[in-house]
Nanobody
Framework: QVQLVESGGGLVQTGGSLRLSCAAS????????MGWYRQAPGKQRELVAE???????NYADSVKGRFTGSRDNAKNTVYLQMNSLKPEDTAVYYC?????????????WGQGTQVTVSS
């Protein structure tokens, strides 16, 4: 089992910045990738950024150049630095951890943190 605790969401004006954090605990040795998804009202959950254990990153086109995902393996924590925020970035942001299990990959989710960007 892996537990994920997120922090850092809030209300910010257009053009502002926020940093989200997600700390993992439990069976952390099984985690090979962590990242962030978001879900806006009435929309499907979508990938924002993914960070592998080796530090490789993958971003949604909509956030490239504005968001930066990073990972501190010593702290078992993944971060999402969000700059130049836009109203369309408003959503609940969820941390995920992909874990290797005997039955294959299992994805864990955090509880979600609200990010609201005002125009």
């Amino acid at each position: 089992q892996v537990q994920l605790v997120e922090s850092g969401g809030g209300l910010v004006q257009t053009g502002g910045s926020l940093r989200l954090s997600c700390a993992a605990s439990g069976s952390i040795f099984s985690i090979y990738a962590m990242g962030w998804y978001r879900q806006a009202p009435g929309k499907q959950r979508e990938l924002v950024a993914e960070v592998t254990s080796g530090g490789s990153t993958n971003y949604a086109d909509s956030v490239k150049g504005r968001f930066t995902g990073s990972r501190d393996n010593a702290k078992n924590t993944v971060y999402l630095q969000m700059n130049s925020l836009k109203p369309e970035d408003t959503a609940v942001y969820y941390c995920n951890a992909d874990s290797s299990t005997p039955k294959g990959m299992y994805r864990y989710w955090g509880q979600g943190t609200q990010v609201t960007v005002s125009s």
